[in-house]
């Protein structure tokens, strides 16, 4: 499978991505300049962490006006597959792709930690290769993450079904002691209504290798490989 | 001429920055502080003839890029 990796100035988990789906996963990867329009002929766009742009003005508020983001736009459109992984679940937000927008932190910190999350859902090309309700530990390093959206727009992602990964604790129940950004209804990962956009604070990248202290964020990888395949 | 658009949060959204600054104020001995509310601010400088045409041009920016509209309100302020 053809991966594009989008690199926007201040990306910084582009490389992190590339070793997963290169080295890991022993898939063909391809970088995508923001100033770009080409998606190379990939099959799924994977939009960062890092700070593009510096964070200026609002976490991907510059990085939604790059040519790439016109490309990955029209991608999603017809039906390609986007996942946004911190920072790029911050563009998606931002570029209208995903609905809502992100707060900072309820605690005003940038919180660098493993979190648990909860996968809500598994028939989507994100989550197939995980069990309902499976409890996975991946890291967060986010200033933004506390995902807010107003109630007709929570509606409809409750109604969709829309939110495949809630912050718990070890056991899976959703509680505020293990929500750490505040973010509305625990939300850690939101796909958009089609299911084929994904954005998501934690690091599935950094959680690939057992080395690294989890290996679980393998299986959203695994999952895109898998939803690919079957097609 | 010069607008200066500053940009807050909506008073429905929560503002840990604001709630701070206000807490601080009050352990300086600031009494009567009722509401201390963060935002950012903007200065454009245009080559605008008009107030209305500036005011029409900074509106859109406004829509467009400086304030996201979920989280955010503005004001425009003119000044020649």
């Known amino acids: ?231 | 001429m010069i607008a200066r658009v500053s940009v807050t949060l909506k008073p429905s959204i929560l503002d840990p920055q604001g709630k701070t600054i206000h807490q601080a104020l009050e352990s300086l001995g600031f009494k009567g502080v009722t509401r201390v509310r963060m935002g950012k601010l903007i200065e454009i400088e245009l080559k605008h003839g008009s107030k209305a045409a500036a005011k029409r041009d900074v509106e859109r920016m406004c829509r467009k890029l400086l304030a996201n509209p979920i989280v955010e309100t503005y004001r425009i302020d003119l000044a020649s």
């Open chain 1, 1 to 231: 499978m053809k991966f594009g990796v989008v690199v926007f100035p201040g990306s910084n988990c582009d490389q992190d991505c590339v070793q997963v789906l290169r080295d890991v996963l022993g898939q063909e990867v391809v970088p995508l300049w923001h100033q770009d329009s080409s998606l190379r002929g990939c099959e799924c766009v994977v939009l960062p962490g890092g700070f593009s742009y510096g964070d200026y003005l609002r976490t991907g508020a510059i990085a939604k006006l790059s040519p790439v983001m016109k490309s990955v736009a029209a991608f999603a459109k017809d039906g390609g597959l986007v996942i946004g992984i911190c920072n790029g679940f911050q563009i998606l937000l931002e570029a209208g792709l995903l609905p809502g927008a992100m707060l900072r932190n309820t605690s005003l910190r940038f919180i660098c930690r493993y979190v648990n999350l909860r996968v809500e859902r598994t028939d989507t090309p994100f989550t197939n290769r995980f069990q309902a309700g499976q409890v996975v530990r991946m890291p967060i390093a986010h200033n933004e993450g506390n995902y807010i959206v107003d109630a007709a727009g929570l509606k409809r992602i409750t109604a969709q079904g829309q939110a495949l990964f809630r912050y718990c604790d070890a056991d899976g129940q959703v509680t505020n002691t293990a929500n750490p950004n505040g973010s509305l209804e625990a939300i850690a990962g939101l796909c958009n209504e089609a299911g084929n956009v994904l954005g998501m604070m934690p690091h599935p990248e950094r959680a690939s290798e057992p080395a690294l202290g989890s290996a679980d964020g393998r299986g959203v990888f695994e999952s895109l490989l898998s939803a690919v395949a079957y097609r």
